[in-house]
């Protein structure tokens, strides 16, 4: 929108302990375009002598993780320097790229509350889980019960053990939601199957704005504004931005660049419209997300 920024601020740190014992330490602002990729800040960083084949050589950090290359910049961040080396530098931008292309399995991050139950009724499973994102293992408890034990995800498979029981499903939209979950006991009898699993995000997610829409980002799905829950809940699935309320209908708005109240357009007080902005928490602030 006409308010924002074309630019953004951001902070590069590196600390390299040395054989000596010492610790080195630097830091660097840099001012680049808004909606950046990680790749071009690296190149920036390089500048005037530095090629693309150096800025693989290095990767930018939040959280103790790598950021992908084809990730964007849209607000003042801090990232840490880690250098990697020409070979496994290479290893690690070539996955990026065939992530991004869709040609390799994404990196997901499950961590945080989720709601495991079945379609015919009954009180759901209620676990809190702690997972850094792209790791193959993650820990938590099911509330009321016990600790999960042996968190593992193999591809889009998905396999735990709490108590007595084995639980194993399948991860889905990009790591939102589970399906066929199987629960057996510990002796190999099922329990339970055809579970299904959904992330349960903190209504602080959710702001309402009177008043505002989103303009130039087109509506990918429309619903009925009776129960707004039910919009809600698809929203987070699907990984949208949010929905605008007019005349009874919610028209949902993809995902895309993250999005905050400056970039809604107001309509004027007369407006009726309602904006509905969901608000993920940041898997690269501590990797639980």
Not at 72 to 78: A, E, F, I
Not at 103 to 132: D, M
């Amino acid at each position: 929108t006409a308010g924002s920024s074309a630019m953004v601020d951001v902070l590069v740190q590196f600390r390299h302990l040395c054989a000596d014992a010492t610790q080195r330490e630097w830091a660097h602002e840099f001012n680049i375009n808004r909606g950046c990729t990680i790749r071009r800040l690296k190149q920036v960083m390089l500048l005037p002598r530095g090629t693309a084949e150096d800025a693989r050589k290095f990767e930018l950090r939040r959280g103790g993780r790598r950021v992908p290359d084809h990730e964007q910049v849209w607000k003042p961040t801090t990232f840490d320097f880690e250098y990697l080396g020409e070979e496994e530098g290479a290893r690690r931008a070539a996955l990026d790229d065939a992530r991004a292309a869709g040609t390799a399995e994404e990196e997901v991050a499950i961590g945080g509350k989720w709601a495991v139950f079945s379609r015919q009724g009954g009180t759901p499973g209620i676990y809190n889980l702690r997972h850094q994102p792209g790791s193959s293992t993650f820990t938590g408890e099911q509330e009321g019960y016990a600790k999960v034990e042996n968190g593992k995800l193999e591809g889009k498979t998905i396999s735990w053990r709490v108590g007595d029981f084995f639980c194993q499903g399948q991860l889905g939209d990009r790591g939102r939601s589970m399906a066929e979950v199987r629960v057996t006991t510990t002796k190999g009898a099922v329990f339970a199957e055809g579970l299904e699993g959904i992330r349960l995000f903190d209504p602080h997610c959710w702001t309402t704005h009177p008043h505002y829409d989103l303009r130039g980002r087109g509506d990918v799905e429309q619903m009925d504004a009776k129960d707004l829950d039910a919009v809600k809940r698809r929203v987070e699935k699907m990984g949208y931005a949010g929905f605008s309320v007019w005349q009874g209908q919610a028209y949902i708005k993809g995902g895309g660049k993250p999005l905050g109240p400056e970039d809604l357009d107001y309509g004027g007080d007369e407006n009726p419209v309602v904006f509905h902005l969901f608000t993920p928490p940041d898997p690269y602030d501590d990797g639980e997300a």
